[in-house]
């Protein structure tokens, strides 16, 4: 079993920052993308930032120049800073692995959840 476990949401101003953080745990071969999901009350969840194990990034253009994804591989950690936040950034952000377990096909992880709300 795998497990991704969040961390760093919360509440914070427009124009502030935060940083968000995932860790994975478990039965682990191998990383392969790992990524950064959102959903705001009353739509889908969308991807926000996503990284490959090898360090290449894509973002969704609502947050470009904004948030940057990164990674630790020797921790299965993977980290989400962002800056110049909008109240249109509020939504609960889910963090997403795709694993190898070392036998099998990989599988997509997710997450719990954290809540980042951006208000005055």
């Known amino acids: 079993q795998v497990q991704l476990v969040e961390s760093g949401g919360g509440l914070v101003q427009p124009g502030g920052s935060l940083r968000l953080s995932c860790a994975a745990s478990?039965?682990?071969?191998?990383?392969?993308?790992m990524g950064w999901y959102r959903q705001a009350p009353g739509k889908e969840r969308v991807l926000v930032a996503a990284i490959t194990s090898g360090g290449n990034t894509n973002y969704a253009d609502s947050v470009k120049g904004r948030f940057a994804i990164s990674r630790d591989n020797a921790k299965n950690t993977v980290y989400l800073q962002m800056n110049s936040l909008k109240p249109e950034d509020t939504a609960v952000y889910y963090c997403?692995?795709?694993?190898?377990?070392?036998?099998?096909?990989?599988?997509?992880?997710w997450g719990q959840g954290t809540q980042v709300t951006v208000s005055s």
């Open positions: 478990g039965s682990i071969f191998s990383i392969n993308a």
């Open positions: 997403n692995a795709d694993v190898n377990r070392g036998w099998g096909p990989a599988l997509d992880y």
